[in-house]
């Protein structure tokens, strides 16, 4: 199953129990893979809804790049996002709050 599929499959299966903490919280959030762009895609939060989207949007406010390797020992819980990003396995462009507080919902979603 590809990282698109994965999330797609995650955020939209348990939408319902992020919603309280997606609710006013309107933003795009884009995975880039440097070693895989063909897997590129972004979580869409509007109006208490999710959805996920392959490809690449035109102006998200967190854009999140790094190799696959990197985001799956993140998915599987072996590397946290903050430490990934201390080691300089992330980069991240846009508001480091939003890239937080995402990191947070994705933690709950993971841990559920």
Do not use: C, W
């Not at 129990?17 to 884009?30: N, P, S």
């Not at 895609?41 to 790049?65: C, I, L, N, Q, T």
């Not at 300089?88 to 841990?111: E, M, N, T």
Request: no cysteine; hydrophobic share 40%.
């Amino acid at each position: 199953m590809s990282a698109y599929e994965e999330a797609k499959n995650l955020f939209e299966s348990r939408k319902d129990a992020i919603r309280r903490d997606v609710e006013g919280f309107d933003r795009i959030f884009q995975f880039v893979f440097t070693d895989k762009p063909e897997e590129n895609y972004y979580v869409e939060f509007y109006r208490g809804d999710v959805k996920v989207v392959k490809g690449v949007h035109s102006s998200p406010h967190v854009r999140f790049a790094m190799k696959m390797d990197s985001y799956k020992r993140i998915v599987s819980g072996e590397l946290d996002g903050e430490q990934a990003y201390m080691l300089g396995l992330i980069s991240i462009d846009g508001s480091i709050y939003d890239a937080a507080r995402f990191g947070y919902i994705l933690q709950r979603l993971l841990k559920r």
